[in-house]
T-cell receptor, first 111, second 113 residues
């Protein structure tokens, strides 16, 4: 089983739709969780951290489910500009503050 | 504010040639530094990380090496490139404190021909 798994998509959604991605992780002792956005041929950019209590930033909501070992990202009122690949990242136990990334979920928002 | 610089942006190198990619961070001290590679259509693979000057940890055996000659400088090198070294190389930094995500440099797209 991969350390971090994501559905590669693509998720094709109309503008204004709500879309959700999940990301599962294998190590139950993982400590920190993040969502990144990566545009084509660009570097990943931190979208948001994922806290145990969940967190919201505008149209974006991230949640952590430790019991089932997954994190989720919900995007409401999708915009064309939301089209990108969304990577989840997990910090497993151990030193170096290393992150393990999923392979990403591609989102395409269409008119 | 902190910034991370990575260069060059694009590189085309022949097989067997050497490689040197440089990454520098400004506006912080004692950062953790990382080199990742993203092959076409694949995920991010951690190559090296460093928690201090001269301290390098290698995550995968390969044709590459890394060095950290100064606190905010991280260099990725190879003596002889292979075709399989092609990819998108990303440098990243994070404070020593946990719970912070990485900030990535703009990356170097390397094509070995």
């Amino acid at each position: 089983r991969k350390e971090v798994e994501q559905d590669p998509g693509p998720f094709n959604v109309p503008e204004g739709a709500t879309v959700a991605f999940n990301c599962t992780y294998s190590n139950s002792a993982s400590q920190s969780f993040f969502w990144y956005r990566q545009d084509c041929r660009k570097e990943p950019k931190l979208l948001m951290s994922v806290y145990s209590s969940g967190n919201e930033d505008g149209r974006f909501t991230a949640q952590l489910n430790r019991a089932s070992q997954y994190i989720s990202l919900l995007i409401r009122d999708s915009k064309l500009s939301d089209s990108a690949t969304y990577l989840c990242a997990v910090k497993p136990p151990g030193g170096g503050n290393k992150l393990t990334f999923g392979t990403g979920t591609q989102l395409k928002v269409e008119l | 504010s902190q910034t991370i610089h990575q260069w060059p942006a694009t590189l085309v190198q022949p097989v067997g040639s050497p490689l040197s990619l440089e990454c520098t961070v400004e506006g912080t001290s004692n950062p953790n530094l990382y080199w990742y590679r993203q092959a076409a259509g694949r995920g991010l693979q951690l190559l090296f990380y460093s928690v201090g000057i001269g301290q390098i940890s290698s995550e995968v055996p390969q044709n590459l090496s890394a060095s950290r000659p100064q606190d905010r400088q991280f260099i990725l090198s190879s003596k002889k490139l292979l075709l399989s070294d092609s990819g998108f190389y990303l440098c990243a930094w994070t404070p020593l404190t946990d719970r912070y995500g990485y900030t990535f440099g703009s990356g170097t797209r390397l094509t070995v021909v």
